[in-house]
DNA sequence: TCTGGGGTCCTAGGACCC
DNA sequence: TCTGGGGTCCTAGGACCC
């Protein structure tokens, strides 16, 4: 029995998320910004439809948002992770297994059920569901591989006589739409991998599909052969029913303003691994490796230009934010440089272990603190609670170089505060 | 002046071992 | 003068994704 994946992905969703409680803006041209309010993340389709490109820096379209009137939010990630949970869980009632891929996509797995029903209409009505429920439009593309289901979802959003869903099942339907894509349309060909097929005569995604998997494979690597099985109906990719252990946890910040200062470098540092170590114990865990990097401006040639990275091995594994920040200050003591103006700093953590599976070691020379589970459990459940926040003192209040959020909505769906009051 | 953040996987090359 | 081969493990870096 051959597979069916569906591809349901939700339309510009970070600016569909803020116009769904601004029906003002319901035809007004709206883009969301990144971090910092730095470049352009999402963008509604009048913003589309006036050339604003996905990833733009923010300033160097002032005159256009000025011109047309462009609206644009900082990113309101609380709001959008909100909505994401009530898309996917719709979805979840109407399919047996389904993998949530990002915030605003999931492939899910209708194997089988061509038996039962017709496998258009099915994708037809998951559509209807989520855009009467949520607000939310979506895309669904249905076929024999995950690949193949990606290619498909770009065609229902590409041409509206599709009605947004399309069944891409049929071997001849699919080699009908890979002869109108190019090959950099196709997932896992990116800017790089592109511009070396275009050298090697491959233009189109049909051109892949129809190149000899075991070139591909020598002369660019199994991953890329993978795609070339896909796009010929060959699931290579399963869907992920179980959400994967993380291997990493990184938290990072571009700064509102440069920095010069060690002090306030260590301040943001302390911050980010406040962050990165409640991530951690929120998944029980415990690490034994701490990196830190910074790094200056990478776009001013005025600038000199710093950055540097640094990884230190605990002497057991811990999810204390005290032992990993004090840590993290060592790695920053020797990547530190005065004269520099820093742009960004972060902290990751990797080697992980279960924190109920650690056997301590009884010799080991700095043993685990006294009543550190007890005292990271009560500052996570106080910030948890809506009694406020609790942190290291290491973190300093007033902090200057935190970062922008110029145009940030509401968060309607998250606060009580923020609650849309309809009059 | 101002250009995001958080992930994964694969590969090449060096160190080291027998 | 002649100087093997095969294996593992680790890391840095590259490529991709949203």
């Given at each position: 029995m051959s597979s069916i994946f569906a591809l349901v992905d939700c339309n510009n969703f970070y600016a569909s998320c803020e116009k769904l409680f601004r029906p003002d803006l319901k035809h007004r041209p709206v883009v969301v910004l990144s971090n910092n309010d730095g470049c352009v993340v999402a963008r509604s389709k009048e913003a589309k439809a006036l050339g604003i490109k996905m990833g733009v820096p923010v300033f160097q379209i002032r005159d256009q948002i000025e011109q047309h009137n462009i609206v644009c939010f900082s990113s309101n990630y609380a709001l959008y992770a909100d909505l994401s949970q009530r898309v996917m869980s719709l979805l979840e009632e109407e399919a047996p297994y389904v993998e949530i891929y990002s915030i605003d996509e999931a492939f899910l797995d209708l194997t089988g059920l061509d038996g039962c029903v017709d496998i258009l209409s099915f994708g037809q009505h998951l559509k209807a569901k989520v855009d009467q429920c949520t607000g939310i439009t979506v895309g669904v593309g249905i076929a024999p591989t995950k690949t193949l289901a990606k290619l498909a979802n770009h065609a229902a959003k590409t041409y509206p006589a599709t009605g947004s869903v399309v069944n891409l099942m049929e071997r001849d339907r699919q080699r009908r739409l890979l002869a109108l894509l190019d090959v950099s349309d196709v997932w896992g060909v990116g800017r790089r991998l592109s511009k070396r097929l275009y050298e090697r005569g491959i233009y189109t995604a049909l051109d892949l599909a129809d190149a000899n998997s075991k070139v591909i494979r020598s002369e660019f690597s199994v991953v890329l052969e993978r795609t070339v099985q896909e796009l010929n109906g060959v699931s290579c990719i399963a869907l992920e029913d179980a959400v994967p252990v993380k291997q990493q946890i990184v938290c990072s910040r571009s700064f509102g303003t440069r920095i010069i200062e060690k002090e306030a470098l260590k301040e943001a540092i302390a911050k980010y691994m406040g962050r990165a170590a409640e991530k951690l114990r929120s998944e029980q865990r415990l690490a034994r490796v701490v990196q830190v990097f910074i790094r200056t401006?990478?776009?001013?040639?005025?600038d000199t230009y710093y950055t540097n990275a640094l990884t230190i091995e605990l002497s057991h594994p811990t999810n204390d934010s005290r032992d990993l920040l004090k840590a993290a200050y060592e790695v920053l003591e020797k990547l530190y440089r005065p004269g520099y103006r820093y742009a960004k700093a972060g902290v990751m953590l990797t080697d992980f272990y279960e924190h109920h599976a650690y056997q301590q070691d009884m010799f080991q020379a700095d043993p685990v603190r006294k009543g550190s589970k007890a005292l990271m459990e009560v500052i996570d459940n106080i910030n948890h609670s809506r009694l406020g926040k609790v942190f290291l003192a290491a973190q300093g209040t007033s902090t200057p170089w935190s970062m922008k959020r110029e145009h940030l909505s509401p968060a309607y769906t998250t606060q009580w505060s923020d609650l849309p009051i309809v009059r």
């Open positions: 401006g990478a776009f001013n040639p005025n």
